[in-house]
């Protein structure tokens, strides 16, 4: 079992920038691919970013060249870097793991989740 805790979230903005993180424990993660999901009020829960355990890097085409995923295996926790943010950028950000060494793009391909955390994007 694998409990996920995000934090690094907040207020900030517009053109800023925010890295939040995902610390993991029960196991080690290393051999996990990981994820980055985000939500607003009344959508779907829909894919930003995922990390597979040798570090492939995938990205929402809404994000490409502004946010970037990485991971601190020694750490046990993976960083989403987020920049030259967007008030279309605010939502509940959650992290995600999945049992398999590959990444996905569908929040139906992971197993353990994060309770989220909140980034307010300012006009």
């Known amino acids: 079992q694998v409990q996920l805790v995000e934090s690094g979230g907040g207020l900030v903005q517009a053109g800023g920038s925010l890295r939040i993180s995902c610390a993991a424990s029960g196991r080690t993660i290393s051999d996990y691919a990981m994820g980055w999901f985000r939500q607003t009020t009344g959508k779907e829960r829909e894919f930003v970013a995922a990390i597979s355990w040798s570090s492939s890097l995938y990205y929402a085409d809404s994000v490409k060249g502004r946010f970037s995923i990485s991971r601190d295996n020694a750490k046990n926790t993976v960083y989403l870097h987020m920049n030259s943010l967007e008030p279309e950028d605010t939502a509940v950000y959650y992290c995600?793991?999945?049992?398999?060494?590959?990444?996905?793009?569908?929040?139906?391909?992971?197993?353990?989740w994060g309770q989220g955390t909140q980034v307010t994007v300012s006009s």
């Open positions: 995600a793991a999945r049992r398999l060494r590959w990444a996905g793009v569908s929040r139906n391909e992971y197993d353990y």
